[in-house]
């Protein structure tokens, strides 16, 4: 906190006013800003001082460049600026996520550090914010107030049929979402944030959506841009992002009513130790991956529990330990971990996944409800993925290839599950040795079984939080694909037969009866022209489908795309049936 001693010749009486006994907590995202973060930085503790008590949280997004030494440089000479280092660019809405959690004041001003927005017009959003009796104070490009330099035509008129979209569809009384300087009570950001699932291109709109949703009035302040300049035409991949975004914030707040199904939770007291099992034959860079997101917790009551087939010659931090198991399945690794374990929950994440700092803490809330036995999350592609593999993260997140399933790969609403993958799962330790940990007779599919046990067996509940979410390396198309495809509907068809109340399910069989008649169909295609033509018709309704799913403004992409969700329902469909047989 820092209350100064050097006071500016603005005008700060409403700031003074409203921040009376209380403390203004400035959030500066910043992503490759070396050359700048540090005069930035400065800049704004030096208007502060004096005016109210302050403190400024500065949120490194995983930059590339000198942005951290610069930040640690200036940390050093203003002790009261405190730094928050993110291990990847995860993009502004997770930073100031991140942010916020380091924030301690009554009010939160969200900054981009770039100070695009300078940062002298803080006092007049305070203005706004006690003349209006809001909560929120937004800055607006679109404001006639506003002094933002050429804005040319064609960037007015897209922005304001954005906006007037935005109106129709959510109710958002706002011209402008992206502005980087806003302003707002706690009380709103302790809503909001929690609830949020938007890191990158739509953040600022889901965060005014879901405040709005809940009541909290939202105003717009005018705004002078330091460089004020020509501006260009946005591309049309960034377009298409933001629309894709727009359309899921209205899907969840509109259609799912996400934001709604957010439960009430609290921390168990005490704060149960979390032992994490990661399974693994040797030690890889994806390994690295995933103990670096381990070490950035904000939970840290943990230990974890490495599983490599031979002890490796490393030296691991005081909370690893590595027990060596020799070359065994990993439902057999991971029974090993739950013996050895000594938290109240265990947490399961394969070593080519890593969490996000909040991994822990979202799930381990949960378990204050003697009823929930188990916690499991989306594993999404990671952004830094080759581009083979982003494309088979993005078949496997498409609805027309795991359908209902599809919140496994992609945030979806809160729920319960009865049947959930290993590869990011809590369960009570208690439980785990009650039933005698995996199955070692399935693999893969232990899961599957494990969670019927729980579930069914146990009449417990197995809850789904898109919240808990860990970042999963996908096998690259097309061969790694197919195969990892192969070996899933193989498993898949056998717990048809075996366990036909969480596996035979017409969502898991739709790729077959498609293969079963694109070959049924090919053939009676030879008996009569109307057959053919029927058959015809029915194929490219089907690709035309695709197409439409899988669209992308790179037709590269696209293409690839599109084969890759082809060759994914001929395998499933096939090694489905195969299953099935051998059950």
């Known amino acids: 906190m820092n209350e100064g001693n050097n006071s500016e010749s603005h005008n700060w009486a409403a700031t003074r006013r409203l921040a009376a006994g209380g403390l203004l907590s400035i959030v500066m995202p910043a992503h490759n800003l070396g050359r700048t973060i540090a005069t930035n930085i400065r800049e704004v503790h030096n208007l502060l001082s004096g005016v109210v008590p302050f403190e400024i949280v500065v ?21 009261t600026v405190r730094p928050v280092f993110m291990l990847h660019n995860m993009g502004k809405g997770a930073a100031l996520k991140r942010g916020f959690s380091a924030t301690r004041g009554s009010f939160v001003l969200l900054l981009d550090a770039d100070l695009d927005i300078p940062p002298g017009q803080i006092n007049r959003f305070f203005e706004i914010m006690e003349r209006e009796n809001t909560q929120v104070v937004i800055g607006s490009k679109m ?50 944030f929690p609830r949020m699932l938007v890191k990158r291109f739509a953040f600022d709109l889901e965060l005014l959506a879901i405040a709005h949703d809940k009541g909290y009035k939202i105003a717009e302040s005018p705004v002078e841009l330091a460089h004020q300049s020509t501006w260009g035409f946005h591309k049309p991949a960034s377009v298409y992002d933001i629309l894709i975004d727009t359309a899921a914030v209205f899907y969840r707040i509109r259609i799912l009513h996400y ?46 529990i490495l599983l490599p087939d031979v002890k490796s010659a490393r030296t691991w931090p005081q909370k690893f330990r590595e027990i060596p198991t020799g070359k065994i399945r990993p439902a057999e690794k991971r029974n090993i971990g739950i013996r050895e374990a000594r938290g109240d929950i265990i947490a399961f994440i394969d070593d080519d996944a890593y969490p996000t700092d909040t991994w822990l803490q979202e799930a381990v809330v949960y378990f204050s409800d003697e009823h929930v036995a188990g916690v499991g999350g989306p594993a999404v592609t990671p952004p830094n993925d080759p581009y083979m593999a982003k494309l088979s993260g993005r078949i496997y997140a498409s609805r027309f290839v795991s359908g209902q399933y599809r919140y496994r790969y992609e945030a979806g609403r809160v729920r319960s599950v009865d049947d959930y993958p290993s590869c990011n799962l809590f369960v009570r330790t208690s439980m785990l040795r009650q039933l005698g940990g995996f199955r070692t007779d399935f693999w893969p599919g232990e899961d599957t079984f494990l969670c019927m046990e ?11 939080d898109p919240r808990v979410m860990v970042f999963h390396h996908r096998r690259k198309l097309f061969l790694p694909h197919l195969r990892q495809i192969g070996r899933y509907a193989m498993h898949r068809g056998y717990f048809a037969r075996k366990f036909p109340s969480t596996s035979r399910r017409i969502s898991y069989m739709i790729p077959s ?9 090919g053939g009676l295609s030879f008996v009569s022209d109307w057959c053919r033509y029927i058959y015809l018709a029915v194929v490219a309704i089907y690709a035309a489908i695709i197409l439409a799913a899988t669209f992308s403004f790179h037709p590269l992409a696209w ?13 499933y469909g096939t090694r489905f049936i195969f299953g099935l047989a051998t059950g």
């Not at 954005?162 to 706690?186: A, W």
């Open 59 to 79: 949120v490194d997004d995983g930059s590339t460049d000198n942005t951290r030494p610069e930040i640690e440089r200036i940390v050093a000479l203003i002790p």
């Open 143 to 192: 404001h006639p107030g506003s002094s933002v330099g050429v804005y040319p035509w064609h960037r007015k008129l897209a922005s304001s049929i954005y906006y007037m979209l935005v109106k129709i569809l959510m109710g958002l009384p706002v011209r402008d979402t992206q502005t980087g300087m806003k302003l707002f009570k706690r009380e709103v950001l302790d809503w909001t």
């Open 259 to 304: 934001y709604q199904t957010i439960r009430s939770t609290h921390m168990p007291v005490p704060e149960p130790l979390v032992s994490i099992v990661v399974a693994y034959p040797a030690a890889s860079s994806v390994l690295d991956e995933c103990v670096a997101g381990i070490n950035e917790q904000l939970y840290t009551n943990y230990e974890v």
């Open 454 to 464: 729980i579930t069914r067996g146990q009449g417990k509940e197995i809850v789904y």
């Open 513 to 521: 009866l498609f293969v079963i008649g694109l070959l049924a169909g």
């Open 559 to 571: 293409a690839i795309t599109f084969a890759g969700v082809f060759l994914t329902h001929v395998v």
